[in-house]
Structure formats: C-alpha cells, structure tokens
C-alpha cells in the first residue's frame, strides 16, 4: 500500500511540473463530496487512513466520525505541497465549523478540546493529491488508543498492519490480533479505548472483569465481526464498559453477557450500536443496574433478542433497538426491576415485550413509542 502511495505521488509530481491537468483513481470511500453523504470511519480517536485522494478538480471529500467520551482530538492532514496544496476543516453535526488548518506547508493539524460525545465531520478540501487522515488525543488528553487488527488491512479504519498478538497493540502499526490479549497484557480503565477494525475474529469468549472494567470497545462502520459460538464478549462483575459498533455473529451462544461474580453485578454498562445476528440471546444482563441498551439491531436470535434480569434501583434504559426475524421474545424483563423501553421496533416474533413471573407492583416498567408488531404486543 505505501509504494502504491508513493508511485501516485511520483505521478502528481510530474503532472504538477508540466502545468498538466489531471486527475487520480477515487478512492475507497468515494462519492463522499457533501456532508450529506460523507463517508464513515469509525471512531475518532483511532482513525488512521491512507492512500486517499482528491482526484479531480471538483473533488472534495467528507468523512464522519464519532467520539464515545468527552476528549480532546488531533486531526492530522499527511500531504506533500508541492505535489498540491490540502486544506482542512473539521465542524459539528450541524455543520457548524469548529476549526481549520488552511496553511501552505505540507500537512495540516487541527487540535480541538473538550469535545463532547457525538457525531463530527472532517472535510479535505484543495488540489488534486494523494493524502492520508489521522485522529489521535490531543496533547491534553488522557485516552489510550489500544489497536486491535485481524490478518488484513483491507476496508480498515483503525491499524495500519495485520494484527499479531506478539505485538504491542499501542500503535496502529503494531495492532494485537485479539481483545484477550489486550486485556491479557494491559489493566484497562476508564480512560482507554479499544478500535476494533474492520475484519472477522474467531476464538473464544472476550472476558471482561473487574480488573479492566471501565474501558471502551469499538469496531468500524464496515464490520467488526466476533464470529464463534458461545458468549462473544463476557462481564463479569465489570462497571461502566462501553461496547460499540461491534458485530457478534454465527449461531448458539449470547453477544453481550453482563452478569456478576457470584457477589457483585455488572452494573452501569453502556451497549450501544452493536449489529447481533443469530445468537441464542442478542444482550443478556443479569443483576444489572442503570445499563443503557441502545440503538442495537438484533436479528435471528432463538430465544431472546434482550434478556434483562432483576434490574436494580437505577432505571435501566431499553432504548431504540431493532430487534427482529425468528421466534422467541424480543423484550424479556422478567423477575422485576427499574426498566424503561422505550422507541424500540420489535418485529417478526413470538412476544415483542415479556415480562414473566412478575407483578405491576415488583416490575416498575415504563414503556413508551415502541413499536411492536409480533404475536404478543406485550405479555406479564
């Protein structure tokens, strides 16, 4: 891929000294001109791109990204001027500019603080050139980006090499093979971040407990696919984890399994845009409390799409998931608890919303703007 990079530069080069109009391939993400249509790459604080062009005149090329927890970013533009002069702008949701690297050097750098969680635009806009893109935490940030690759670099977001778990796993040129072994080799806290690229991962359950609670995993837009039997990633007695835009796939077993060590629950975890496909139970908590399960798409599950047991005194919220496709529950909160459901689209089931072995008075359920269109609405 790097000489592939420097041939094009090579190219530019000589096109740019003869006067010479020209263009280059489109790349990957192309057609991603307007913010409307801007391409995804994942979570910020990982993105590492390479090989990206403005390959006509009238190309300029937008990228959206998220940021989970509150941070501080670096927005690196890597470029040779002399081959064509980049600019860079970086904006809100709204399209609301935040800041710009407009100089005529080589590269631009845009370094934003205190930026809260949510979706961000990055706009390459110039000449026709060859390019690469960088999200990193800024000086003043306390997260670690942790990388993990499978054997592949093709459709990545985050690590620039295959992933080996005899790497260190803290560079995007040195990515880790498997989340264990990152959780193996490193006590993971609140401040670190897991980017899972884009890939398939085989093995067994990830298991996550006190130890390292508190940390974030996040896969890619293009599918970070935990494919195996059993639970694919596993809490035990583990608080405040954040697991998104992760893919949990092949049959049997759970995606998400929060449950306790026998003495303490898992309690304060956040599941967020995860794609689940074909397990026994989509997201199983077990004895949590004030967990947030949201904007989930769950399809294929043969007993549960989510299972929440005896939630405690802190509202569990239920938020936004799209669960459908095969028999069973969608929405199973029995044996009491603080639950609120609310916005979720349940289809193609035999219960859409359950609640066994419960009283209107153990179950404090709110339930608001679902939609359910199963066998049963809703049963207790």
Do not use: K, M, W
């Given at each position: 891929m790097r000489r592939i990079a420097s041939f094009l530069s090579i190219v530019v080069a000589c096109l740019v000294s003869t006067g010479v109009a020209y263009a280059l391939p489109a790349d990957r993400f192309e057609s991603n001109e307007t913010r409307a249509a801007a391409a995804d790459a994942g979570v910020a604080q990982g993105?590492?791109?390479?090989?990206?062009?403005?390959?006509?005149a009238d190309d300029e090329d937008w990228f959206r990204?998220?940021?989970l927890r509150a941070d501080d970013i670096d927005v690196s533009l890597q470029?040779?001027?002399?081959?064509?002069?980049?600019?860079?702008?970086?904006?809100?949701?709204?399209?609301?500019?935040?800041?710009?690297?407009?100089?005529?050097d080589d590269n631009e750098l845009v370094s934003l603080?205190?930026?809260?969680?949510?979706?961000?635009?990055?706009?390459?806009?110039?000449?026709v050139n060859t390019y690469g893109l960088a999200i990193a935490p800024g000086t003043g940030s306390l997260t670690?980006?942790?990388?993990?690759?499978?054997?592949?670099?093709?459709?990545?977001?985050?690590?620039?090499?295959a992933g080996d778990d005899a790497n260190s796993g803290l560079t995007p040129d040195a990515p880790k093979a498997t989340v264990q072994d990152i959780l193996d080799d490193y006590d993971l806290g609140p401040t670190d971040l897991v980017v899972i690229d884009t890939g398939t991962y085989a093995g067994s359950s990830v298991v996550i407990t006190v130890e390292d609670e508190g940390a974030a995993y996040a896969g890619t837009p293009y599918g970070s696919s935990f494919s195996f039997g059993g639970n694919r990633f596993e809490l035990i007695d583990a608080d405040f984890n954040l697991i998104y835009g992760i893919d949990f796939t092949s049959s049997g077993g759970i995606g998400i399994y929060a449950h306790s060590?026998?003495?303490?629950?898992?309690?304060?975890?956040?599941?967020?845009?995860?794609n689940i496909t074909g397990t026994s139970t989509g997201i199983r908590i077990d004895g949590g409390n004030a967990d947030l399960i949201r904007d989930n798409t769950i399809s294929g599950a043969?007993?549960?799409?989510?299972?929440?047991?005896?939630?405690?005194?802190d509202v569990t919220e239920i938020d936004g998931n799209h669960i459908y496709n095969s028999a069973g529950y969608g929405i199973d909160v029995p044996h009491g608890g603080n639950v609120a459901v609310t916005g979720n689209t349940v289809s193609d089931r035999a219960?859409?919303?359950y609640g066994s072995g419960v009283s209107a008075k153990s179950l404090q359920l709110h339930v608001e703007g679902n939609n359910f269109s199963s066998g049963w609405a809703m049963k207790h």
């Open positions: 993105i590492h791109l390479n090989n990206l062009t403005l390959h006509d990204v998220e940021i470029f040779t001027h002399a081959d064509g002069n980049l600019d860079i702008q970086v904006t809100d949701a709204d399209g609301g500019v935040l800041g710009s690297g407009l100089t005529s603080t205190a930026l809260s969680p949510g979706t961000y635009y990055v706009r390459v806009f110039g000449d670690r980006a942790l990388f993990v690759n499978d054997g592949e670099t093709d459709n990545g977001c985050y690590a620039l090499a060590d026998g003495v303490d629950s898992s309690t304060n975890n956040e599941f967020i845009a995860n043969s007993s549960y799409g989510i299972y929440v047991s005896s939630a405690g005194v219960y859409a919303l």
